[in-house]
């Protein structure tokens, strides 16, 4: 009997000291397959809640500059639309003028695409008139390419004063472009409830 319980002290003993002897890399490893038991719990599921975090505040920011945006009234046309609608018809004057200065009867190709180009200005600018978001969004597309072409114009400008006009001309496209996003979202959004329409 005394030997009996002597043993069993003995292994209570060892297994008490193998309990506390555990290396950490098997302490991480049962940890890691507790982890695996509750369903991947410690792995995945900080990034995720991260990435939620970072979609929840870029939600609330949209929803907050959404807020401050006023519907358009009835009959309302913003400043940046009116002044865009004016550039185009400009730009579509211009490019008459510039076709009536240098027609030429036999490039007929180069008429035709005066033409065109003075139409669709004419076409952007009516529609801007009358805050239309296509033309809005067609007068946008419009500066992008300017920007693009007068910037890539910027690189093969002979002279300084080639180079202060295309970059007037960039910036102004520029700054009309950025007033007009705002514009643009103001046109597209719905009445607000109980608005006299």
């Known amino acids: 009997m005394a030997q009996r319980g002597s043993r069993k002290r003995r292994k209570q003993r060892q297994g008490a000291r193998a309990a506390t002897d ?26 995720e809640r991260g990435m939620s975090r970072g979609y929840a505040r870029s939600r609330a920011k949209d929803d907050a500059v959404s807020a401050q945006l006023e519907p358009l009234r009835p009959g309302e046309r913003p400043r940046a639309v009116t002044a865009g609608a004016i550039v185009a018809a400009i730009a579509a ?7 009536a200065v240098r027609y030429d009867p036999d490039a007929s190709q180069k008429t035709i695409q005066s033409l ?33 072409l007068g910037s890539l ?22 700054t009309l472009f950025w007033f007009l996003v705002k514009a643009m979202a103001r046109i597209q959004m ?8």
């Open 22 to 47: 555990r290396t950490p890399v098997a302490q991480s490893a049962e940890l890691g397959s507790d982890a695996g038991r509750n369903g991947g719990a410690g792995t995945g599921a900080a990034p």
């Open 93 to 99: 004057l211009a490019n008459l003028v510039a076709m």
């Open 153 to 174: 114009a910027l690189l093969t400008a002979v002279n300084l004063a080639a180079a202060l006009l295309v970059g007037v001309i960039v910036a102004a496209a520029g």
């Open 190 to 197: 719905p009445p607000r409830p109980g608005a006299d329409r």
């Open 116 to 148: 065109l180009g003075a139409a669709i200005l004419v076409v952007v600018a009516v529609g801007m008139w009358r805050a239309r978001y296509w033309a809005v969004l067609g007068m946008q597309t419009l500066l992008a390419i300017t920007i693009v």
